[in-house]
């Protein structure tokens, strides 16, 4: 069993930053593969970045590449996404997932456990 807890959200200018981190439970956290994803009422949870569970490969939606970072520290059982130059259409809640899969990270259906999710709005 994993539990995640986001944090770091709030309201920040376009072309500032903000960093969200997602803090794990239990002794496996090393274990599995963590993603960001983000959500807006009325649509469908988009993904927006995944990593392994070494840190070692990252994937990133097209709509952020370039500007959000994601990481993790696993000495801390956490996990980071630096958001630089959002932009509004970033505003969401962003929710962090853990996996044991290795593959089709950008897919929502192959995470086990989800957070409560971290409220994003970006102002122009």
């Known amino acids: 069993q994993v539990q995640l807890v986001e944090s770091g959200g709030g309201l920040v200018q376009a072309g500032g930053s903000l960093r969200l981190s997602c803090a794990a439970s239990?002794?496996?956290?090393?274990?599995?593969?963590m993603g960001w994803f983000r959500q807006v009422p009325g649509k469908e949870r988009e993904f927006v970045a995944a990593?392994?569970?070494?840190?070692?490969?990252?994937k990133y939606a097209d709509s952020v590449k370039g500007r959000f970072t994601i990481s993790r520290d696993n000495a801390k059982n956490t996990m980071y996404l630096q958001m630089n130059s959002p932009k509004p259409e970033d505003t969401a809640v962003y929710v962090c997932?853990?996996?044991?899969?290795?593959?089709?990270?950008?897919?929502?259906?192959?995470?086990?456990?989800w957070g409560q999710g971290t409220q994003v709005t970006v102002s122009s």
């Open positions: 997932a853990a996996t044991p899969r290795t593959y089709d990270l950008e897919k929502a259906i192959v995470y086990s456990y």
């Open positions: 239990g002794r496996t956290f090393s274990s599995y593969a």
């Open positions: 990593i392994s569970w070494s840190g070692g490969v990252t």
